[in-house]
């Protein structure tokens, strides 16, 4: 195990004149923004189970079932968060930026279990209707539309993170479930049409099940380092090659370090290597300005250089 100070790990971190303007750790986050809306979301979540319980509404069950998937997103991507702001060290030189990404897939699957268990219910409840109070499924369905519409309008406040948009998935399918569960509640008091309870709670799980795969297909994508979606991998080499002194370029690589910081890795071949300072200065020009991409590393090599590699 080596020991090493922070002024020997400062040093190697450290961003220069010509580096990335960009730091390897997520100091802009709100822990507030988060924190507010987890306390809020457990605080009303333990209140809406026992009340779905009680009044053995399904509608009501599955709203509460997504309070406590949402207390539970919120808390993850709370505390990835708080890791995110963690600087680099010297066994993760990148920092903890990826922990966004890691909460968010695991919330998209946690969801992906909720719905499913919604589902089954419903349908066994179409099957064989159970008798609902719908005077209070009205009520808590009430309470709970204005607890997430305070807590989305809390959540919009940070929206550049990918892990802050995963819980907004969560809330916004709830603020849908408490809708369900009013309308549910309403439909059964004045009209007493049971399956009512489990057709809305079908469509509220149909409508999260987009979102969720969505979030599911933006954190995967992030995770396995893909290039990211605004930028045209093929165009950046074209435009690479295109640069006065290059002849070409390969083993090209393109992706995000943290949501929103997208780094550039390649071998250029080159006419001059005299040139390349002049050549290197035009490259990182041209990827700021039309592709966002700051993080750029390339390796300049001659013809024969290239040539005698295997």
Excluded: C
Aim: glycine content about 10%.
């Amino acid at each position: 195990m080596h020991n090493h100070s922070h002024s020997d790990i400062n040093h190697l971190h450290a961003h220069r004149g010509g580096d990335a303007r960009h730091e390897h750790v997520v100091q802009h986050r709100s822990l507030g923004v988060l924190a507010w809306a987890l306390i809020m979301t457990l605080g009303f979540a333990g209140v809406e189970v026992a009340a779905g319980f009680i009044s053995n509404s399904l509608a009501l069950i599955s709203d509460a079932g997504h309070m406590v998937t949402d207390a539970l997103a919120l808390g993850l991507a709370l505390l990835a968060q708080v890791i995110a702001k963690r600087p680099p060290s010297p066994r993760h030189s990148f920092g903890f930026g990826r922990a966004e990404a890691l909460a968010a897939f695991v919330n998209g699957l946690v969801m992906l279990a909720v719905i499913a268990w919604i589902a089954i219910q419903a349908v066994e409840r179409l099957a064989a209707p159970e008798p609902v109070q719908g005077g209070m499924v009205f009520a808590i369905g009430s309470v709970g539309l204005l607890v997430n519409v305070i807590v989305a309008w809390i959540l919009s406040h940070d929206q550049e993170s990918v892990n802050t948009k995963a819980a907004m998935v969560h809330v916004m399918g709830d603020l849908l479930g408490s809708v369900a569960a009013l309308a549910a509640g309403g439909i059964i008091y004045y009209t007493g049409w049971l399956q009512a309870d489990p057709l809305l709670s079908i469509a509220v799980s149909l409508m999260l099940l987009r979102s969720t795969v969505n979030v599911l297909r933006e954190s995967y994508h992030f995770l396995m380092e893909g290039v990211p979606h605004n930028v045209d991998y093929v165009l950046v080499g074209k435009e690479l090659e295109s640069v006065t002194g290059v002849i070409s370029v390969h083993d090209l690589h393109v992706w995000e370090m943290t949501p929103g910081e997208p780094a550039l890795i390649g071998h250029v071949e080159v006419r001059d290597l005299q040139e390349w300072p002049t050549v290197l200065r035009e490259i990182k020009t041209m990827l700021l300005e039309r592709h966002g991409i700051d993080h750029v590393t390339l390796q300049a090599e001659l013809p024969d250089m290239v040539g005698g590699q295997h």
